[in-house]
C-alpha cells in the first residue's frame, strides 16, 4: 500500500475578496511540483463565493468538471443551451470534450455559496461535450457510501463520466466505520475529509484533510466525530 498525506493547511490559498479558494492541487497562482495532480485527479478546489459573484463564461476543453455545492446555491449556464442552479445534494459533471463555454455565480445576494470544484483527466479526448446535473437524498449517504459519478454507460447509480472513475459521499456518525474497495486494481482513491475528523487505513485526518491511496484492495473508514467525506477513486495511469 503507498500513501501520500495531503494537509489541509498546505494547500494553496488565494482570497480575492468575491472569492477565497482553496488548491489541493497546483491550479492558477499556486504550483508546487508536488501537488500537480492524483492519477487521473488533477485540480480539488475548495471554493466560497459571496453573494452574487461568480466566474463569466469561460472556456474549458477535454476536462471532466464535477461540481458539489456544499451550501448556498450556484447558477449555471454555457454554450450547450444549459441554464439553471444547483444547492446542497445535487451534483454537476461536464464532460468539456471538444471545448465548452460556461459561467458560474451565487444565485444568492445575501448568503456565500460554497462549493468543491473538480477536474478529473478524460478517459477519451476530444468527445461531444456533455451536461448532467442530478438530486441524491442526502439521507442515501448516512453511514453509507452513496455513488454520485461513475463510467459512462456503468450501473452503479452515479452520473456518468468520460473516465474510469467513482466518486462516492458518506455522512459518517461518530465511532461509525465503513470499508471500500477501490473499483479496479490500478486505480487509487483521494479521500478527502470534507467535515469531522476520521481515521482512513490508520492515518488520522481532520477537516479538509485527505489522503491517497493506492496500491490496495482495502480502506478502512473510521469516523471519530460526526464526519463528511468524498472519496474519488481514479486510474493512477492515464
Known amino acids: 500500500m503507498r500513501t501520500i498525506y495531503y494537509k489541509a493547511d498546505e494547500r494553496g490559498h488565494a482570497n480575492h475578496g468575491w472569492l477565497d ?5 497546483s491550479f492558477a497562482g499556486f504550483q508546487n511540483p508536488e501537488k500537480i495532480h492524483f492519477g487521473a485527479l488533477r485540480v480539488l478546489n475548495d471554493d466560497m463565493i459571496i453573494g452574487g459573484r461568480g ?7 477535454n476536462m471532466e468538471i ?5 451550501s448556498g446555491d450556484l447558477e449555471h449556464a454555457d454554450s450547450m443551451g444549459n441554464k439553471g442552479a444547483i444547492g446542497k445534494g445535487e451534483v454537476q459533471v461536464m464532460s468539456a470534450g471538444t471545448g465548452i463555454y460556461h459561467s458560474e455565480r451565487n444565485k444568492n445576494i445575501d448568503r456565500a455559496l460554497r462549493l468543491l470544484q473538480i ?10 461535450p456533455r451536461y448532467d446535473q ?3 437524498s442526502i439521507k442515501g449517504r448516512k453511514n453509507q457510501l452513496q455513488t454520485i459519478v461513475s463510467p459512462l454507460g456503468s450501473k452503479d447509480g452515479g452520473m456518468g463520466m468520460n473516465q474510469d472513475a467513482w466518486f462516492s459521499l458518506t455522512d459518517l456518525d461518530q465511532n461509525k466505520e465503513l470499508t471500500y474497495t477501490p473499483k479496479l486494481s490500478t486505480n487509487g482513491v483521494y479521500a478527502f475529509v470534507i467535515e469531522g475528523e476520521a481515521e482512513i487505513n490508520g492515518q488520522l485526518l481532520g477537516r479538509r484533510d485527505a489522503l491517497g491511496i493506492s496500491e490496495t484492495d482495502e480502506i478502512l ?11 474519488i477513486d481514479v486510474p493512477m495511469s492515464f
Not at 479558494?21 to 492541487?25: D, E, G, I, V
Open 119 to 128: 477536474w478529473v483527466f478524460p478517459k477519451l479526448k476530444d468527445i461531444q
Open 66 to 70: 464535477v461540481t458539489i455545492p456544499l
Open 21 to 25: 479558494a482553496w488548491h489541493s492541487f
Open 221 to 231: 473508514i473510521k469516523a471519530n466525530t460526526d464526519s463528511e467525506i468524498l472519496l
Open 55 to 61: 466566474f463569466g463564461m469561460h472556456p474549458h476543453d
Open 134 to 136: 442530478k438530486a441524491f
